[in-house]
């Protein structure tokens, strides 16, 4: 059976269209582009190819931290490169995984070779919070427990303060959270 999260694909939260910049971009025109579209990287080209790309962070860490003047540095000696790219109609599942694995919190959205945005960590996290509620009441509605790692315990929400946890114990048929199970036992002793 397909989740809503299987559904979901890249195409769905993607952002676009990508602000772009040439190799021989200095690092400053950089950082205004960045400020001027409210973003937090610029996809650097070479001939209309995408070909890596200069985030806030790359700016920081190798110009700034480096005490380097930005007007002297090129995009070119900064940016990532090769452009890790995804196809538009993968889910926002494929695309965690490959940001999680190569250590990158942002791809290109590539079709038929050409980009078409780009989808961030950020951008899948606006549209995951509707989707753990679909999920969380649907596992309700079937009575469904999530088995965990630890004896006992159970992941999801908590059915008093609906904060995420892995460790839900049923008390009283309702999954608590350690803090609410501890505030649970307080009231307890008070009254």
Same mark, same amino acid.
């Given at each position: ?6 559904? +979901? ?5 993607? !952002? ?9 971009? !200095?690092?400053?025109? &950089? ?21 890596? /790309? ?8 190798? +110009? ?11 995009? $070119? ?14 889910? /926002?599942?494929?695309? &965690? ?11 290109? +959205? ?9 989808? $961030? ?19 309700? /509605? ?6 965990? !790692? ?14 995420? !946890?892995?460790?839900? &114990? ?18 307890? +002793?008070?009254?």
């Amino acid at each position: 059976m397909k989740t809503l999260a299987d559904e +979901v694909k890249v195409r769905d939260v993607m !952002s676009s269209p990508v602000v772009e910049a040439w190799e021989d971009t !200095s690092a400053d025109e &950089l950082a205004r582009m960045m400020e001027k579209y409210n973003v937090g990287s610029v996809v650097i080209t070479r001939a209309g190819v995408p070909v890596g /790309i200069v985030t806030k962070s790359d700016l920081v860490y190798k +110009v700034v931290a480096k005490n380097l003047k930005p007007s002297d540095i090129k995009a $070119s000696s900064i940016m990532s490169s090769p452009l890790q790219t995804i196809d538009p109609d993968k889910t /926002i599942e494929e695309a &965690l995984r490959i940001m999680t694995s190569l250590k990158i919190s942002r791809l290109a +959205v590539t079709y038929k070779n050409k980009l078409v945005g780009l989808v $961030s960590v950020k951008d899948i996290l606006q549209v995951t919070p509707e989707i753990l509620e679909i999920v969380k009441e649907n596992i309700r /509605i079937r009575g469904i427990t999530i088995p965990s !790692s630890r004896e006992g315990y159970v992941e999801g929400y908590c059915d008093e303060c609906g904060e995420w !946890s892995d460790m839900l &114990l049923n008390v009283d048929g309702r999954y608590l959270c350690e803090d609410c199970r501890i505030e649970l036992t307080k009231r307890g +002793v008070e009254e």
